[in-house]
């Protein structure tokens, strides 16, 4: 069992840098792959990034070179580090985890994960 609280989300004007930290409760985190989504109002929820317990990484396209995901394992924490922000990037960020056994399977997808946050606003004006 893991429960996932979230923070740092709030509003930035476009340029601007947010990092975003996902606290996880519960034993066996370094075995967790970690995954940030997000979701506009009318819109469905999608894949930001992710990163395996081998510390892997997998970003959409949209975002490359702009956010960077990392996790600390003795803080059972993952981060979104988020620069050069755009206001198509306005969201609620949503953290979710799911246990692996082996560094493999799919991170893009909703369905793979087991837990999720509560979900944190990002806002970013024009």
């Known amino acids: 069992q893991v429960q996932l609280v979230e923070s740092g989300g709030g509003s930035v004007q476009a340029g601007g840098s947010l990092r975003l930290s996902c606290a996880a409760s519960g034993r066996t985190f370094s075995t967790y792959t970690m995954g940030w989504f997000r979701q506009s109002p009318g819109k469905e929820r999608e894949f930001v990034a992710a990163i395996r317990w081998s510390g892997n990484i997998y970003y959409t396209d949209s975002v490359k070179g702009r956010f960077t995901i990392s996790r600390d394992n003795a803080k059972n924490t993952v981060y979104l580090q988020m620069n050069s922000l755009k206001p198509e990037d306005t969201a609620v960020y949503y953290c979710?985890?799911?246990?692996?056994?082996?560094?493999?399977?799919?991170?893009?997808?909703?369905?793979?994960?087991?837990?999720w946050g509560q979900g944190t606003q990002v806002t970013v004006s024009s």
């Open positions: 979710a985890a799911v246990r692996r056994q082996y560094d493999r399977g799919v991170v893009t997808t909703q369905s793979e994960y087991d837990y």
